[in-house]
C-alpha cells in the first residue's frame, strides 16, 4: 500500500498539486469572501488534472501489472485524495486563522473562518468524496460524470447551509457567533465534521473496492 | 515442467468470444503466439494476467493457479506491451525506483548490468526512448526482479528489421540457461520463424493449434495446381486463392493424398495465417 501512495506522488501526481493547499489556502486573506470555494478549487483543478494524468499515462494498466492487490490499489488511490484534502483543509485553517487575527472586528456576511466551518468543510468534501470515488470506480478512468455530479453535490452542500447559515437566526447565532458557548458548539461541529469526512470517505472506498474488482483492466 | 498451463479459458463478450483457449508452454522455451488482428491475442494474455474475468477454465504458472496466487506469481512473471507506454514524461530512473519497490527480488546489479549490455541511458525520458527500447527496458525491469516467465504482447510491433532482429537475438539469449520462457504474442510470423520454439495459433478466439514449431508447420501444406485441379480437393481445402495460373490453397497434411498429383510444399506461417484469416472471412 505504502508502496502504492509513493508511486502516486512520485509518478501521478504533479509537484504543482502539492504547492496548490498553500496556493489556494492564500485566499482565505480575503477579507469576507465565500470561503468554502478555497477548498473548493480542489475539487475543480487538482482533482480532474491529476485524474486525467492517470488516464493518459495508462496507470490502470501500468499498476495492475505488478504484484498489488486490486483493494490496495483503491485504497492507496483514497489515501492521496484524502491526504491532499486534509493538506489543502489544514493550511487553510491556518491562513483562516490569521484572516481572524488581521480583521478582528470585520462583520462577516459569509461564514466567518471560524471552527464550525471547518467542520462544514469537512463534510463537503466527505459528500464530494462518498460521490466521486465510487462513481470513478465504475470505470477506473471516466471521470467526467464522476466529477460533475460530486462537485455539483457538494456545492450544493455549500450553497444551502451558507443560505441557512444566513437565513435561521439559530444556526446564524451558532456559525457567526463570537461568544464563549458559541465556540463550543462550533468546535463539536467541527469533531463531528471530521467524524464524518473520515466516515463517508471510508464507505466511499469500500463501494469504491467492490465496484474496481469488477472493472476489465483494457 | 509447465512454466505457464492455460486450461479451457472462455470468455464472452458482446461482440467477441474465447473459446475454450488451452495451451501449455514448458520452461526454457519461446513460443510464438499468433493470430491476426483482433483474433484474441491480447483478450488471451489479459484473462492469463487476471485482468480480465474469464467465464471459465484455469490458468497455471509454475505449477500454481493464477487465480489464487497471483501476487506471488506476478513477482515472477515480466511483461511488455507493445504500443502502449506508461509514464513517458518521467525518467528510467524515477520509474525504475519507483517499480522496484514493488518486488522483493529486485537485484540492482542485473538491473545495470541489462542497461548496459541494451546500451540504456536512465537519465533518459520514456518518451526519449525509441518503439525497440522500450521494450528493451521492460525486459530489463523484468529480469531485474528475476522473472522467469516473460509476457510479450506486440513487442516487436512498429520496430525495424535490425531493431526486430536485434531483439530476437536477445530472446534467445535469455532462454539459454532455460530458467526463462517467453510467451510472445504477435502477428509478424517471420519473427518466429528466426525465434520460436513453439507455436500457437489463434483465430477468432479459438486455439487452431498449439505444438512444436516444426510440427506445426509439417502438419500443413501449400498446394499450387491448375484451375482442373482445384475441383478435385477444393472441398479439403482450409482455403484457397484462385489466379491466372489456377490456385494456391491450405490443406491439412492429413487430408491430402499425394496421388492427386498436385505440388504441395510447406507452407510459411504466415501463409498459414493468412489461409485461415480467409478461411474465416468466407464462414463471415
Known amino acids: 500500500m505504502y508502496n502504492l501512495v509513493m508511486k502516486d506522488i512520485k509518478l501521478g501526481v504533479h509537484p504543482l498539486f502539492f504547492a496548490m493547499p498553500l496556493l489556494t489556502g492564500a485566499l482565505m486573506l480575503i477579507p469576507g469572501w465565500i470561503y468554502f470555494i478555497v477548498l473548493l478549487y480542489f475539487c475543480w483543478i487538482t482533482v480532474p488534472n491529476m485524474f486525467n494524468q492517470f488516464r493518459s499515462q495508462n496507470d490502470l494498466m501500468f499498476t495492475s501489472m505488478m504484484p498489488v492487490t486490486k483493494r490496495d490499489i483503491v485504497r492507496a488511490r483514497v489515501t492521496v485524495v484524502a491526504g491532499l484534502e486534509l493538506l489543502h483543509i489544514g493550511i487553510a485553517m491556518v491562513f483562516g486563522l490569521v484572516t481572524l487575527r488581521i480583521y478582528p472586528n470585520f462583520d462577516y456576511y459569509f461564514f466567518p473562518p471560524n471552527l464550525g466551518f471547518w467542520g462544514l468543510c469537512f463534510v463537503m468534501l466527505a459528500i464530494f468524496n462518498l460521490i466521486f470515488i465510487p462513481m470513478y470506480y465504475k470505470t477506473a478512468y471516466k471521470i467526467g460524470a464522476a466529477i460533475l455530479y460530486s462537485i455539483t453535490a457538494a456545492m450544493l452542500f455549500a450553497g444551502v447551509v451558507q443560505w441557512i447559515g444566513i437565513q435561521s437566526p439559530v444556526l446564524s447565532g451558532i456559525f457567526y457567533g463570537t461568544d464563549a458557548n458559541s465556540r463550543v458548539i462550533q468546535t463539536c461541529i467541527l469533531i463531528a465534521g471530521i467524524a464524518i469526512f473520515f466516515a463517508l470517505t471510508a464507505i466511499a472506498y469500500r463501494i469504491g473496492v467492490k465496484r474496481f474488482l469488477q472493472v476489465e483492466i483494457q | ?284
Open chain 2, 1 to 284: 515442467m509447465l512454466t505457464l498451463d492455460v486450461r479451457n479459458i472462455n470468455k464472452k463478450y458482446p461482440s467477441f468470444e474465447l473459446k475454450d483457449v488451452s495451451f501449455q508452454l514448458e520452461k526454457g522455451y519461446i513460443m510464438g503466439f499468433i493470430g491476426v488482428n483482433g483474433a484474441g491475442k491480447t483478450t488471451t494474455i489479459k484473462s492469463i494476467l487476471n485482468m480480465t474475468h474469464i467465464d471459465s477454465g484455469e490458468v497455471h504458472i509454475l505449477g500454481r493457479s493464477m487465480a489464487e496466487h497471483e501476487l506471488e506469481l506476478k513477482q515472477e512473471i515480466g511483461f511488455a506491451f507493445g504500443g502502449i507506454d506508461f509514464y513517458t514524461r518521467s525518467k528510467m530512473k524515477t520509474l525504475t525506483e519507483t517499480i522496484k519497490k514493488f518486488y522483493r527480488n529486485w537485484n540492482d546489479e542485473t538491473y545495470y548490468h541489462y542497461l548496459r549490455r541494451f546500451k540504456l541511458d536512465e537519465n533518459k525520458k520514456i518518451a526519449d526512448l525509441s518503439t525497440g527500447m522500450k521494450v528493451k527496458y521492460s525486459l530489463a525491469l523484468a529480469l531485474s526482479h528475476g522473472a522467469k516467465l516473460l509476457v510479450l504482447d506486440e513487442p516487436t510491433s512498429g520496430l525495424d528489421p535490425a531493431s526486430r532482429d536485434d531483439l530476437l537475438d536477445i530472446f534467445q539469449e535469455l532462454i539459454v540457461d532455460g530458467e526463462v520462457s517467453i510467451l510472445f504474442s504477435t502477428h509478424i510470423t517471420s519473427d518466429l520463424e528466426k525465434c520460436a520454439d513453439f507455436i500457437t495459433f489463434i483465430s477468432g478466439g479459438q486455439i487452431i493449434r498449439s505444438c512444436e514449431k516444426e510440427e506445426f508447420k509439417a502438419s500443413y501444406l501449400l498446394l499450387n495446381g491448375t484451375a482442373r485441379e482445384l475441383d478435385r480437393v477444393k472441398d479439403r481445402l482450409i482455403s484457397y486463392k484462385t489466379n491466372s495460373f489456377g490456385f494456391t490453397g491450405l490443406i491439412h497434411a492429413s487430408d491430402f493424398d499425394s496421388s492427386y498429383g498436385i505440388k504441395a510444399a510447406t507452407p510459411s506461417l504466415e501463409e498459414i495465417l493468412i489461409f485461415f484469416t480467409k478461411k474465416e472471412e468466407v464462414h463471415v
